[in-house]
Nanobody, 128 residues
Framework: QVQLVESGGGLVQAGGSLRLSCAASGSIFSLNTMGWFRQAPGKERELVAIISRGGSTYYTDSVKGRFTVSRDNAKNTLYLQMNSLKPEDTAMYYC??????????????????????WGQGTQVTVSS
């Protein structure tokens, strides 16, 4: 089993920055792809950014150039640096992890269904 705990959310003005963290514990040696999803009220949970164990990344178009996903395998921690935040980035952000040995392209296609571990979420609110 793997436990994921997010932190770093909060309230920020448009144009500001936040850094989310996700600490993994448990059977972390099995983890491959990790990533961030978000869900705004009344909307589906959507993929934001993912990163393989080797460092390959994928970003949804709306965050490219503004968000950076990274991971420190030694510290078992996933990060999401969010810059130039916009009100439309407001959502609950969830950390996700998978022990499946699929490449990044396959994990993008599988979406939420590709992940077997989820955190509880951290709220990000961007005011205009």
């Amino acid at each position: 089993q793997v436990q994921l705990v997010e932190s770093g959310g909060g309230l920020v003005q448009a144009g500001g920055s936040l850094r989310l963290s996700c600490a993994a514990s448990g059977s972390i040696f099995s983890l491959n792809t990790m990533g961030w999803f978000r869900q705004a009220p009344g909307k589906e949970r959507e993929l934001v950014a993912i990163i393989s164990r080797g460092g390959s990344t994928y970003y949804t178009d709306s965050v490219k150039g503004r968000f950076t996903v990274s991971r420190d395998n030694a510290k078992n921690t996933l990060y999401l640096q969010m810059n130039s935040l916009k009100p439309e980035d407001t959502a609950m952000y969830y950390c996700a992890a998978s022990d499946k040995l699929f490449d990044i392209a396959t994990m993008v296609r599988r979406g939420r269904g590709g992940y077997n571990y989820w955190g509880q979420g951290t709220q990000v609110t961007v005011s205009s």
